[in-house]
């Protein structure tokens, strides 16, 4: 018989069944994990996307005029007058997503900043007040982004280097730090300034062309697909200067830019701006061309001004003014003044050469010849005003811009009131600014029940305004006071 061998088992102890699987669970649970804690892995796999910054170190607080390049931390602001939005489509957690190149401007030079973002959205407009923390300033390399208005560049990455950060001003910016053109000095012309018509005539030859305007309207944002097949958007503004008018062409990134101003009150200095010409003049910003809002320039004051004119003068539907007059005075007064629209001729064509008073008030006698009430509710023009540069009529107190889809409140039409006369002279349909006290006394009803009443009605108002005679108090102020027409406050019908 063979001898016995016995096995590796012999020589450990048996063990009940129950004993193996409490020790696999217990080993199981004990487990050592790899030291992080599930708050930290959300931490660092979902970064939250604006935490606060606190600099770590000391920033030297300088003008855009004194940087240098090489490592030094500092911290300088301006205002956006040039950006661009280059997507980088990237499947890594951690990659950047794309690159907002910015030129930041103030009073003493520019510098390109390369903001790259992965996770925060940054909503930047042209003339954006900002501040930069940066701890390096490069020179632009030949062929870069960095033109030569700017030739210095930072690159930031606020969402992966702590070292850096991005700060937009928008609830501090009072809009007077840092509008005045680069080499600018008092009292002596800008350079390279030159009228609109002198551009396309020539002028965009010259290095450094700058050009004055003013917005005149805002049209819609338009999406459409490029050339390369990739979604784009487009605004066109219209721009006008006392010479000539043209288009300023608004792409991706800086349509945003256009929803920040106002037809014929935003004034643009554009300097090297790209063009070409059409039908008409288009603008459209290359990477070397400024453009500053509102700039703080004796020109852009006159150009503001010379809108304002044109304004009241084209408007549809003026407002009337607030705070020019003290009708609440004239009408206590025991001493009250009547004119004659003669008298108010007379005045208005003394006061520019400053030999008239250049603002009064008083009381006027006029006949109703004309009345326009039907005829404008048939076409659809009983209320209207303006937004956006273009004239909205509807019969209506209310209805949304076809530009810029925000809601607007209607008046009635001044052209409802057709030819007013005394014994000296008469008035041109839709010439007189009339106060909201002045409608309701006139029409006898507010503006909501103008707009439902049926036609009937309407022709029995209009029949009974007609021949009638009207008292009226009214305000007349010279252009200087940004009036120039007959302000018509209160309204007595006799």
């Not at 030291?35 to 935490?51: M, Q, S």
């Not at 300088?76 to 957690?93: T, W």
């Not at 408007?315 to 003044?337: C, I, K, Q, T, W």
């Not at 509807?394 to 409140?409: E, F, G, H, I, L």
């Amino acid at each position: 018989m063979p001898p016995h061998n016995p096995s590796i088992q012999s020589y450990f102890p048996s063990t009940s069944s129950s004993r193996p699987t409490e020790a696999t669970s217990s080993s199981s649970s004990s487990r050592p994990g790899d030291g992080f804690t599930a708050a930290e892995l959300e931490r660092a796999l979902n970064p939250p996307v604006n935490p606060p910054w606190r600099p770590a170190h000391e920033y030297d607080e300088v003008e855009i005029a004194e940087l240098v390049p090489g490592p030094r931390r500092v911290t300088f602001m301006g205002r956006i007058v040039n950006l661009y939005d280059r997507a980088m489509p990237s499947k890594a957690p951690n990659a950047a997503r794309g690159c907002l190149k910015l030129i930041v401007k103030d009073n003493t030079g520019a510098i390109t900043v390369r903001l790259w973002y992965a996770r925060t959205p940054y909503h930047l407009y042209l003339g954006l007040l900002v501040s930069v923390w940066t701890p390096h300033i490069s020179n632009g390399e030949p062929g870069s982004l960095a033109p030569p208005s700017a030739p210095f560049v930072t690159s930031i990455f606020p969402e992966r280097d702590r070292g850096c950060h991005f700060m937009v001003h928008k609830n501090s910016d009072d809009g007077t730090l840092y509008n005045a053109p680069l080499r600018y000095q008092v009292r002596r012309p800008l350079g390279g300034l030159m009228t609109l018509k002198s551009f396309t005539d020539g002028g965009y030859e010259v290095e450094g062309a700058k050009i004055l305007v003013c917005v005149k309207s805002l049209g819609p944002k338009k999406k459409f697909t490029n050339k390369k097949g990739l979604p784009s958007e487009r605004v066109q503004v219209q721009i006008f200067d006392d010479t000539a008018e043209g288009t300023l062409d608004l792409w991706d990134t800086s349509t945003a830019s256009a929803a920040h101003w106002t037809a014929s009150n935003t004034v643009l200095l554009i300097s090297s701006p790209g063009w070409h010409a059409d039908r008409r003049v288009k603008i459209y910003l290359t990477s070397s061309t400024f453009i500053d809002v509102d700039p703080n320039i004796p020109d852009a004051e006159w150009l503001w001004r010379f809108a304002q004119r044109l304004t009241r003068r084209e408007h549809v539907n003026p407002p009337f003014p607030e705070g020019v007059f003290d009708f609440e005075m004239a009408m206590s007064s025991p001493m009250r003044v009547k004119y004659l629209l003669a008298d108010i001729d007379e005045f208005a064509r003394s006061a520019p050469q400053g030999h008239g008073p250049e603002k009064f008030v008083g009381y006027l006698n006029v006949l109703v010849l004309e009345t326009n009430i039907v005829s404008n509710f048939r076409r659809h023009m009983l209320m209207c005003n303006e937004c956006c540069g273009i004239p909205i009529f509807n019969n209506s107190t209310s209805t949304a811009c076809k530009q810029c889809d925000q809601p607007v409140q209607l008046r009635p039409n001044p052209k409802i009131i057709g030819t007013l006369v005394d014994e000296t002279g008469s008035t041109s349909p839709g010439n007189l600014i009339l106060s909201n006290l002045a409608w309701a006394n006139i029409l006898g009803q507010t503006n909501d029940e103008l707009v439902s009443s049926p036609v009937n009605d309407l022709l029995q108002l209009e029949e009974r305004l007609l021949y009638r005679h009207m008292t009226l108090v009214f305000g007349w102020a010279a252009e200087e006071e940004n009036v120039g027409r007959l302000c018509v406050y209160d309204v007595q019908v006799c």
